[in-house]
């Protein structure tokens, strides 16, 4: 069956860095676009990032435009989400998704 399991997230203070990973199983990780959302307390789950089979294309929401960078690696089966300049208002559980499903998700926290 179709699994995605994120890694990578946890305490930072604001304008540090982390990179999230989504290892993928159970389906043709290369056929597929990926993508990243985020849920913070209280809000909507908020698409953040995309990424084509290929890596072709990006695209990403405002919020995060020239800090966070999406991309994948096809032959571990695995998409990233490197993330600059974190801000409080990033705090949230990040999710991956692929193929229609959702990983469990990955806390993030920026705080100082």
């Known amino acids: 069956q179709v699994q995605l399991v994120e890694s990578g997230g946890g305490l930072v203070q604001p304008g540090g860095s982390l990179r999230l990973s989504c290892a993928a199983s159970?389906?043709?990780?290369?056929?597929?676009?990926m993508s990243w959302y985020r849920q913070a307390p209280g809000k909507e789950r908020e698409l953040v990032a995309s990424i084509g089979s290929t890596g072709g294309w990006t695209n990403y929401a405002d919020s995060v435009k020239g800090r966070f960078t999406i991309s994948r690696d096809n032959a571990k089966n695995t998409v990233y989400l490197q993330m600059n300049s974190l801000k409080p208002e990033d705090t949230a559980v990040y999710y991956c998704?692929?193929?229609?499903?959702w990983g469990q998700g990955t806390q993030v926290t920026v705080s100082s």
């Open positions: 998704r692929g193929r229609l499903n």
């Open positions: 159970g389906f043709t990780f290369s056929s597929y676009p």
